[in-house]
């Protein structure tokens, strides 16, 4: 189903198949996480992985939730950007022999991701307010808390110590 499908008549319509397209996007992405853990090199990076994996498994819940709150089945659908976004990280880390400047183009394959999920939570958020729906708005603004929160630790983390290192 594309985004002018005919099966997107309505709002509601819409926020079902991009929670769909969240959905999908993050169960791509844990089964992406224990590649991104075994390939970095940092400790810390490692570690961010591994409780990113832990959270993704959260927002998966949490996704399934607003799914069954909003009497509808949850099942993902096909999303070619967050598909786009593993394969290049998944290209560009299997291109880089220096570990430093792998663990740099990690975070970066990993921010990337994160953007991603910030923008559809966001979209979704407010979707769910304008349809009535403030209980699922609100479960769905745990996952973006979360991802905003990783999101500044891997900058932090980026800027403060991988990406000094990779430049060396």
């Given amino acids: 189903m594309g985004l002018f499908s005919k099966d997107i ?15 999908y996007a993050e169960k791509q992405i844990l089964k992406a996480l224990p590649k991104m853990i075994d ?21 998966i819940s949490n996704v399934e939730e607003v799914f069954r ?14 598909d786009g976004i593993i394969q ?7 291109e880089v022999e220096d570990k430093q400047v792998l663990d740099a183009a990690l975070i970066a394959a990993a921010q990337a991701v994160e ?19 403030n209980d699922c708005a609100d479960v769905l603004k745990r996952n973006l808390t979360q991802e905003k929160a990783t999101d500044e630790k891997l900058t932090q983390l ?6 000094v290192a990779a430049a060396e």
């Fill in 88 to 94: 290049e990280a998944e290209e560009v880390a299997g």
């Fill in 115 to 133: 953007h991603y999920e910030m923008t559809r939570y966001g979209t979704l958020i407010t979707w769910a307010q304008q349809l009535g729906r």
């Fill in 9 to 23: 008549k309505t709002m509601d319509d819409l926020f079902v198949h991009t929670l769909r397209d969240i959905y």
């Fill in 158 to 163: 980026a800027k403060n110590r991988i990406n």
């Fill in 69 to 82: 709150m909003h009497g509808t089945e949850a099942k993902g659908v096909d999303c070619p950007a967050i």
């Fill in 39 to 59: 390939k970095a090199t940092s400790t810390e990076l490692k570690n961010g992985f591994e409780k990113h994996r832990k959270e993704t498994e959260d927002h």
